[in-house]
């Protein structure tokens, strides 16, 4: 299945950028736009992105969107509605004709792909910065760039190395033991969870999406220990809180809560772990200015500066090469770099999860909430 394109503007405007470029890295660090291009039309005061809290938003300002500022005289302000909320109301502006509540989404790709299968999303192909980047960046399954990938990451089992005496968990299944009943926490609709408890639950992945009982009834053993459900800001404040001992989340969350003196440790258990991207997009209907400032910001934040020093925050591998992995990172298995780091984990392609995501999502709160 293939997303809609659409060309940049009109014909002037995307003959003048393929004139004269976006600028790349070198082009754009450290030097105000304005003199990098003679005809660009108005800024806008501010640009809103859509982005997560905590320490999610924190590096993205560090690295992408104060160093935005700097160059182009242009506030960003970040909106930390959750992406499922915006989702509809963004969706709905563009079916209305309204200019949408936000300039550019920071999503999950299978988000961002629901939108881009709706034609809602800008084509972002002509990104001059595009041509420095790796294949991660493009989303698979859909025509042009709908949405550019800016990183992966991985959702490892977190935990707390007291409450694991004889070493790192070598199974999801080590989250059945009953003395981490109430100690243990998912994400509210176990995004990042349903692969992995497929394998330990006796299934295989080539089944997925036709059979996932194994998944299912292994989540069913999982909700016995009354595990916490809640999003990613949650898990970094319930391991320093000492609320839990083991946790499916994005590592970044596990980073954080060892950044601020908790004892805490990630791994991938024998089962796997989910890999993942997130990645910037931009709505249709805006100004045609905004439109160009906002895509100027999308092709700054794939630069190898951005990317090092947004990424250095949350721990994640990016998509321009040369991007250094922070030092405590080498070699972990949150931060995969080669073909063998990529064998232990699973990778579903988006097109599966955007057709069943929502069913996925249903059938986990029902289990969770029976």
């Known amino acids: 299945m293939t997303g809609p394109t659409k060309p940049f503007l009109n014909l002037g405007r995307r003959r003048f950028l393929q004139g004269v470029g976006l600028a790349g890295a070198a082009g754009l660090v450290g030097m105000p736009f304005g003199r990098a291009f003679a005809a660009e039309p108005e800024k806008p005061k501010e640009i809103i992105v859509r982005a997560w809290g905590g320490s999610w938003v ?13 160059a182009t005289g242009i506030a960003v302000r ?32 299978t ?6 299968l ?6 972002l192909s002509d990104l001059s910065n595009l041509a420095n980047v790796t294949v991660l960046a493009k989303p698979v399954g859909l025509d042009g ?7 992966g990451y991985v959702y490892v089992l977190a935990y707390r190395p007291s409450a694991f005496p004889n070493g790192a968990p070598k199974s999801w299944k080590d989250l059945l033991d009953p003395k981490f009943k109430g100690r243990i926490a998912l994400y509210n609709d176990g995004i990042g969870f349903h692969f992995p408890a497929q394998v330990a639950g006796g299934g295989k992945l080539e089944d997925i999406p036709g059979n996932m009982q194994p998944a299912w009834d292994f989540i069913a053993k999982v909700k016995e220990q ?13 391991f320093q809180k000492g609320e839990i001992d083991a946790a499916c989340t994005i590592s970044t969350n596990a980073r954080e809560a060892k950044a601020n003196g908790v004892d805490i ?11 993942d991207t997130d990645g910037l997009w931009i709505p249709k209907g805006l100004p045609e200015n905004e439109l160009y400032w906002a895509k100027q910001y999308i092709n700054f934040a794939i630069t190898k500066d951005a990317q090092q020093v947004w990424l250095d925050g949350l721990g994640l591998p990016g998509v321009v090469p040369g991007v250094n992995p922070p030092a405590d990172l080498v070699g972990d298995p949150s931060y995969p770099t080669t073909e063998a780091d990529f064998k232990k984990l699973i990778r579903i392609s988006s097109k599966v999860q955007v057709e069943h995501e929502s069913e996925w999502f249903g059938k986990f709160k029902e289990i969770m909430q029976g």
């Open 58 to 70: 924190d590096s993205l300002k560090k690295g992408v969107s104060d160093p935005f500022t700097k």
């Open 226 to 238: 009354e595990p916490l459900l809640g999003e990613d800001p949650d898990f970094t404040a319930w």
């Open 78 to 109: 970040h909106d930390l509605t959750e992406d499922n909320e915006i989702q509809p109301k963004v969706w709905a502006a563009v079916a209305q004709k309204r200019v949408p509540p936000i300039h550019i989404n920071w999503d999950t790709t």
């Open 145 to 151: 760039y709908p949405i550019v990938n800016t990183y």
């Open 118 to 123: 709706r034609g809602v999303t800008e084509d």
């Open 265 to 275: 440790a990630w791994t991938v258990p024998e089962e796997g772990a989910k890999y």
């Open 111 to 116: 988000n961002a792909t629901k939108s881009a």
